[in-house]
Structures are given as C-alpha cells and as structure tokens.
C-alpha cells in the first residue's frame, strides 16, 4: 500500500463476519455422459461383530443439533428508513412518502417512530429468550433492516421462525475477502482525477467501512498528512450518539491509539464472530487490523 494521502475522513467500522446474506454462486450445467456399468466381485470377505455404543452416539448428536449458529430475524414491523405510515400516531418517515432528500433519525418523527419500533424489539427479545432460553441477542437494527441477529441452538432455527413477530430468518453465514487491488478495480483512479486529483478528492466526505479492521499508524490516516496538511475537526456525532475508537480491551488489543480528525473512529463489533469461529492466535480484540485488508480499503 502506498503511503500517500488519500481521499475522505474515515470512520472503520470492525467486522469480520458480515451479519449479512450470503449471495449464491452460480453453477454450470453439464451435459449428462453415456456410462457403462460392469459388475464387481469382492477379492475377499471379512466377517466380524461391531458393537455400538448407543448412548455415545446419542450424545454426540444432541451435542451437534445443539451447536450455535448465527441468524438474523427480520420482524415484521418497518424499519425507520422505510416506515410508510399505518400506526396510529405515527407518521410515516420513508423520505419516499416524505419528500425529505434522506432519513432524518433526528426529526421528531423519526424518534417516535423509533420508540415504538425499540419497544416492539424489546418484546420480541423477551418473547424469544422465554421460548429459547439458549438463544442470545447479539446486535438490534432499527434504521434499515428492522429486526435483530441471534446466536440459537441449531436445532431451534425452526422454531424461532414460527414466534409472533417474525417475518424472516435468515443464516448469517461467514464472508471472504476477495482482493486487496482495489483502485483500478473499483475505477477509484479515475474518479480521483475528476474530483481534483488524489491528493484532493474526497475532502470533508465521512466515510464508514466494513472490514477488517485499520492499522491505524499507517501515513494514510496520519493527520497532518504526510505533506504536512493537518485536517479539520469533524462534525460533533449526532445528539445521543457517541464515536469509538476501540485501540483497547481484551487479551490482545495491540498498541493503544487515539483517533484523530482524519481516522475519527474505529467500533469493533465482532460478537458473533467471536461466539460462532473464535479467534485465533494472533487476531486482535481491538479494531487493529491483523490481515491488511481493511487496511487496504480503506485508505484507498
């Protein structure tokens, strides 16, 4: 990666495991071949009596229908960005019926809203730790996906969708990554030069990743940069929110950082992927990035 200064302030956002959908691959169809079957002969025969521990074998299939997976529950009321009004007292908030150019989380409307909604997901959360005393709530979505993530047993997938509430479960499956030569490919190189030059392009844009995590002592989060420009403060985050900068905790969080005006956070958000894979030796408990990648992206 170069160390030069690159477009835009940056907040990294630390997730290993996307708590998102696994998109499906496509398969190739093959013509069926013409095959010939010719029977075969054992050379030999061996005889002997095999006993089975019954009980051993019980257990180690309780023990894996019981294992803990990872889904997110889509719950049937709206999310904030795509309420469209229908509960009374409540208007609507999805700027397609608003008019309004984006969602505005700090309108009046929208904390109404967002109180019923945080209320109706509290129920649920009781509703559903009641029936599968196993199940833990690891993230709440209110503003885009409505709805909650969950470590259940394996076996208990199925009886989680049939709760009141629930629109959809869907398995929150493990991402990789798949390339670090990111500027040509996403068409960065070109976009720099129409936005002013690399130097130039991006200024004043906040700008959230998912990834990896973020070296933060690499020159292109450096402020000043490396040509001597420092940055100015960013905006105050939004009355009630608060901004991480996650460079401690746990067993091995890495050496400690504090944030400044061009890497202004970094939330490590990573309690599914810790319950459901585990660490392993090495990885941080921080937001330090240990494969590079996030690294990567984010600074280009």
């Known amino acids: 990666m170069r160390s030069i200064r690159r477009s835009g302030r940056l907040i990294t956002l630390f997730m290993v495991t996307l708590t998102m959908l696994a998109g499906s691959a496509s398969a190739l169809a093959k013509a069926p071949r013409q095959f010939t079957a010719t029977q075969l002969y054992p050379s030999s025969q061996y005889s002997s009596t095999i006993s089975k521990d019954i009980g051993s074998r019980a257990k180690a299939a309780a023990q894996s229908s019981s294992k803990l997976v990872s889904v997110i529950v889509k719950l049937k009321d709206a999310p904030l960005a795509t309420y469209s009004g229908g509960v009374p007292g409540l208007a609507p908030t999805n700027p397609q019926v608003t008019g309004a150019d984006k969602v505005d989380v700090q309108s009046s409307d929208s904390k109404k809203y967002l109180a019923y909604v945080d209320a109706k997901q509290d129920a649920f959360v009781s509703t559903a730790q009641a029936a599968l005393p196993s199940a833990t709530i690891t993230h709440k979505f209110n503003i885009v996906l409505g709805g909650v993530s969950m470590l259940v047993p394996e076996d208990q997938v199925a009886a989680l969708g049939s709760l009141p509430g629930v629109q959809a479960v869907y398995p929150d499956t493990l991402q990789h990554l798949d390339t670090d030569r990111t500027p040509a490919f996403i068409g960065a190189t070109t976009v720099w030069t129409q936005l002013g030059g690399q130097e130039s392009a991006g200024e004043h844009v906040i ?11 690499h020159p292109s989060f450096s402020d000043p940069d490396p040509s001597g420009k420092p940055y100015s403060a960013p905006p105050a985050p939004a009355p009630g929110d608060t901004r991480a900068c996650e ?5 091995n969080p890495g050496p400690a950082f504090s944030c400044n005006n061009k890497l202004i956070g970094a939330d490590r958000f990573m309690a599914t992927y810790d319950a459901v894979v585990g660490l392993v030796p090495g990885e941080f408990t921080s937001a330090r990035d240990d494969n590079g990648h996030g690294t990567h992206t984010s600074s280009t």
């Open 207 to 217: 700008v959230g990743v998912l990834d990896t995590g973020v070296w933060p002592e």
């Open 247 to 251: 460079f401690s905790g746990g067993a």
